[in-house]
Nanobody, 119 residues
């Protein structure tokens, strides 16, 4: 499984950005895809997840109402649309995949993409 995350950058507080994660190497219909972030000096934190088959989404309370995760089955790509960004959203965002049931423990990880939100 290969996961290629992209889309990070520098944005002002209140702005928007969309992250992408292109997945390859498997048929992902039985997978959950997730975004996990790690801010400087902090532990990794769950952000969002989506069931590839059903499209059901899960969000951390800290991003609920601001972030939207989606998938494009034809492109084998998941997205994280981030709106109303805050400086505390600054982190490296990792795309991850898990085979089977929903869980915060992922089997595969992509490289991170860095988001910086300036105040």
């Amino acid at each position: 499984v290969q996961l290629q995350a992209s889309g990070g950058g520098l944005v002002q507080a209140g702005g928007s950005l969309r992250l992408s994660c292109a997945a390859s190497g498997r048929t992902f219909s039985s997978y959950y895809m997730g975004w996990v972030r790690q801010a400087p000096g902090k532990e990794r934190e769950f952000v969002s997840a989506i069931s590839w088959s059903s499209g059901r989404t899960y969000y951390a309370d800290s991003v609920k109402g601001r972030f939207t995760m989606s998938r494009d089955n034809a492109k084998n790509t998941v997205y994280l649309q981030m709106n109303s960004l805050k400086p505390e959203d600054t982190a490296v965002y990792y795309c991850a995949a898990r085979l089977g049931s929903y869980s915060p423990n992922y089997h595969y990880w992509g490289q991170g993409t860095e988001l910086t939100v300036s105040s």
